[in-house]
């Protein structure tokens, strides 16, 4: 089975600061990793995914990834914040089969100051 | 275009009565189907998922329960709940595999 930790529950940070959301996850297979975000009282919607090849994923919103597998993480990173990025985010991860659902963090809110 | 349809988006309940919360979805047919529950410092939890019709895998046990009657619909119900059913639950869709996940906008539970 999978899992994944989301070291940080919550990150503050100044507008158009750089920041880094952690999450580690854990497997015995190869897997999938996904981020998401939730915006106060909606569902969520997908960020970026690594599946396979390259191991840095550029998402929507200028939010990029780097999967990396000697330390089983998959950081979450934006170069410069805005306002609007103030949300709730969710690392996810499955095994490759593509039988078995996703299994996500705790999620960690970032709260971007002006 | 496929769309998922959940509601009703908040339901306040007293303790000890049914739930039931619907979510259908459009334009695709055979998906995956899963509903999960955001409770305030637990993330998303899993609590079922159906590759089919009458197919149903739980993940968490408790007082709820899930069907299928139909292939885009999925039923999540309880004969009574509990305080620590309150939370956000989300249903969501996936065809071909988990990395083309979609939620729907949420129900919003609170028991009393």
């Known amino acids: 089975a999978q899992s994944v930790t989301q070291l940080d529950s919550q990150v503050p940070v100044f507008e158009e600061a750089p920041v880094e959301l952690r999450c580690n996850y854990s497997?015995?297979?190869?897997?999938?990793l996904f981020w998401y975000v939730q915006y106060p009282n909606q569902g969520l919607q997908l960020l970026l995914k690594?599946?396979?090849?390259?191991?840095l994923v550029k998402g929507i919103n200028g939010f990029e990834a780097e999967f990396n597998k000697s330390q089983t993480s998959f950081h979450l990173r934006k170069p410069s914040v805005h306002i609007s990025d103030t949300a709730e985010y969710f690392c996810a991860v499955s095994d490759n089969s593509g039988n078995t659902p996703l299994v996500f963090g705790k999620g960690t809110r970032l709260s971007v100051i002006a | 275009s496929q769309t998922i349809h959940q509601w009703p988006a908040t339901l306040v309940q007293p303790v000890g009565s049914p739930l039931s919360l619907e979510c259908t979805v459009e334009?695709?047919?055979?998906?995956?189907l899963y509903w999960y529950r955001q409770a305030a410092g637990r993330g998303l939890q899993l609590l079922f998922y159906s590759v089919g019709i009458g197919q149903i895998s739980s993940e968490v046990p408790q007082n709820l329960s899930a069907s299928r009657p139909q292939d885009r619909q999925f039923i999540l119900s309880s004969k009574k709940l509990l305080l620590s059913d309150s939370g956000f639950y989300l249903c969501?869709?996936?065809?071909?595999?988990?990395?083309?996940?979609?939620f729907g906008s949420g129900t919003q539970l609170s028991v009393l």
């Open positions: 334009g695709t047919s055979n998906p995956n």
């Open positions: 690594y599946l396979s090849g390259s191991t």
């Open positions: 497997s015995s297979v190869s897997v999938y």
């Open positions: 969501a869709w996936s065809v071909g595999g988990p990395e083309k996940l979609f």
